[in-house]
C-alpha cells in the first residue's frame, strides 16, 4: 500500500469551476507535506509547502489545507483556466530525513 | 525556467546497453537529487548527492550508480538496461544538505526509451 494516496486518480471539470482534490498519507511523523504541479513532460514544479504545524496555505488560486489529525490534505484551485491542465502530485517528507514520498498523482483536465 | 538542466532530452537505446545521464544544478545549490518516472509508477527516489559526496539513497539499483563532480553538476549512470528502464529522469537541486527545509527545483527531465 502507498503510503502517499491521491484520489480522484483524474479528474476533468470546466473553465472557471473550482475543483478540490485530495491526498491521504500514513507517514508519520513528517517534516512537510508538499504539493507539485506537473505538466506534461515536464519537471514538477512545486506549488506549496506546508509543515506539520500549519493549516493552510495559498498560492495565487492554489489552497493546501492540512490535518494532521486525519492525515490528509487537499488542494483546492479555484476559477480554473485552461492551464491547470496538469498531474497533480502530493508528496509527504518524512522526520528527519530528505527523502520525498511522491503520491501517484490526480491528472487534472480543464476544458473550455 | 527552474535553472536545472538535463541532458539528453531523449535517448534510444536497446536492451544490455549503457547511458549516462547529466545534470547541471542551479547556480549555487549543492545538492543534487535524481529520481525515476516510470508510465505505472509516480515519481521513486533514486538518490541524492551534496557537495561531492552521497548524502541519501533511495530504491537505485545496483546497475545504476551516481556521482558528483567538483563543479557540482552530476551525471547517473544506467548500465545492462532492461526494457523495465525505460521511463523519465529527473533531476532536482536544492541550496542545502537537508533537503526536506528547502525548495526543489527540478529539471526538464531525460526520456529514456530501452528497446
Known amino acids: 500500500k502507498n503510503q502517499v494516496e491521491q484520489s480522484p486518480q483524474s479528474l476533468i471539470i470546466l473553465e472557471g469551476k473550482n475543483c478540490t482534490l485530495q491526498?491521504?498519507?500514513?507517514?508519520?511523523?513528517?517534516?512537510?507535506l508538499r504539493w507539485y504541479k506537473q505538466d506534461t513532460g515536464r519537471g514538477p514544479v512545486s506549488l506549496t509547502i506546508?509543515?506539520?504545524?500549519?493549516n493552510t496555505k495559498s498560492n495565487g488560486r492554489y489552497t493546501a489545507t492540512l490535518d494532521a489529525d486525519t492525515k490528509q490534505s487537499s488542494l483546492h484551485i479555484t476559477a480554473s483556466q485552461l492551464s491547470d491542465s496538469a498531474s497533480y502530485i502530493c508528496v509527504v517528507i518524512p522526520y528527519n530525513t530528505d527523502k520525498l514520498i511522491f503520491g501517484t498523482g490526480t491528472r487534472l483536465q480543464v476544458f473550455p | 525556467d527552474s535553472g536545472v538542466t538535463q541532458t539528453p532530452k531523449h535517448l534510444i537505446t536497446a536492451t544490455g546497453q549503457r547511458v549516462t545521464l547529466r545534470c547541471s544544478p542551479r547556480s549555487g545549490d549543492l545538492s543534487v537529487y535524481w529520481y525515476q518516472q516510470s508510465l505505472d509508477q509516480g515519481l521513486q527516489f533514486l538518490i541524492q548527492y551534496y557537495n561531492g559526496e552521497e548524502r541519501a539513497k533511495g530504491n537505485i539499483l545496483e546497475r545504476f550508480s551516481a556521482q558528483q563532480f567538483p563543479d557540482l553538476h552530476s551525471e547517473l549512470n544506467l548500465s545492462s538496461l532492461e526494457l523495465g528502464d525505460s521511463a523519465l529522469y529527473f533531476c532536482?537541486?536544492?541550496?542545502?544538505?537537508?533537503?526536506?527545509?528547502?525548495?526543489?527545483?527540478f529539471g526538464p527531465g531525460t526520456r529514456l526509451t530501452v528497446t
Open positions: 532536482a537541486s536544492s541550496p542545502s544538505r537537508t533537503g526536506f527545509q528547502y525548495e526543489q527545483y
Open positions: 506546508m509543515t506539520f504545524s500549519e
Open positions: 491526498c491521504n498519507y500514513t507517514v508519520s511523523p513528517f517534516s512537510n
